[in-house]
């Protein structure tokens, strides 16, 4: 079955470190994101990418990077310019051919924890 | 620029009440709207969505209809089970603009109890 493969989990790093979330979609879907979720948040958009070696930046996108080299393939970088990085991070993806019509796809989500 | 505003929750029923979740937006152009649900743990699925006015999307006992006049597109379900306890989310995707319309707005989302 196709779908969107967050890895892992669960993720924990020391403060100060990098860290970097995989994402992995068999949709063939052209465009991805990534949001993020805070309890009484709802979802806040980090990054997204419409097509391979493009993204922008979203609503929340300082302290983080992101890479689109395959079009299956969105990891994103939590460094460690983020100051309050624990939360769980969200990965979804959608067809471009419909734009706004089409809903997103979402990943399992990884929940980063930072002590 | 474009926000969805969701009634406050958590939102506790018995099993087998009738369920409104409210949800408002401000939009620039025309968006689509979009129901999501989310269980415990896992990322969010899509509950049903509207393109256009008037339209009602409807999924597993859920409806919803996009009102433009009162910029709305409530959620309804008129007998829930326990197997509908999630956290719901409201969501538009504008089409203003560049690349607006490749992204989703989302709600904060209410968290749903139903008791036996």
């Known amino acids: 079955d196709g779908g969107i493969t967050q890895s892992p989990k669960y993720l924990f790093r020391k403060e100060g470190q990098n860290v970097t979330l995989s994402c992995e979609q068999n949709?063939?879907?052209?465009?991805m994101y990534w949001y993020r979720q805070d309890p009484g948040q709802g979802l806040r958009l980090i990054y997204y990418?419409?097509?391979?070696?493009?993204?922008q930046k979203g609503d929340i996108a300082e302290g983080y990077s992101v890479s689109r080299e395959k079009k299956e393939s969105f990891p994103l970088t939590v460094t460690s310019a983020q100051k309050n990085p624990t939360a769980f991070y969200l990965c979804a993806s959608r067809p471009s051919v419909d734009g706004y019509n089409s809903p997103l796809h979402f990943g399992n989500g990884t929940r980063l924890t930072v002590t | 620029g474009d926000s969805v505003t969701q009634m406050e929750g958590p939102v506790t029923l018995s099993e087998e009440a009738f369920l409104t979740i409210n949800c408002t937006y401000t939009?620039?152009?025309?968006?689509?709207l979009f129901w999501y649900v989310q269980y415990p743990g896992e990322g969010l699925q899509l509950l049903l969505k509207?393109?256009?006015?008037?339209d009602k999307g409807s999924n597993k006992g859920f409806e919803a209809t996009y009102r433009k006049e009162t910029t709305s597109f409530h959620l309804e379900k008129g007998s829930v089970q326990v197997s509908d306890s999630a956290v719901y989310f409201c969501?538009?995707?504008?089409?203003?603009?560049?690349?607006?319309?490749?992204?989703?707005?989302f709600g904060e989302g209410t968290q749903l109890t139903v008791n036996p």
């Open positions: 939009a620039t152009g025309y968006p689509s």
């Open positions: 509207a393109t256009k006015a008037d």
């Open positions: 949709l063939n879907h052209d465009a």
């Open positions: 969501a538009l995707s504008d089409n203003f603009g560049g690349t607006s319309g490749s992204r989703l707005t």
């Open positions: 990418s419409q097509i391979v070696n493009d993204f």
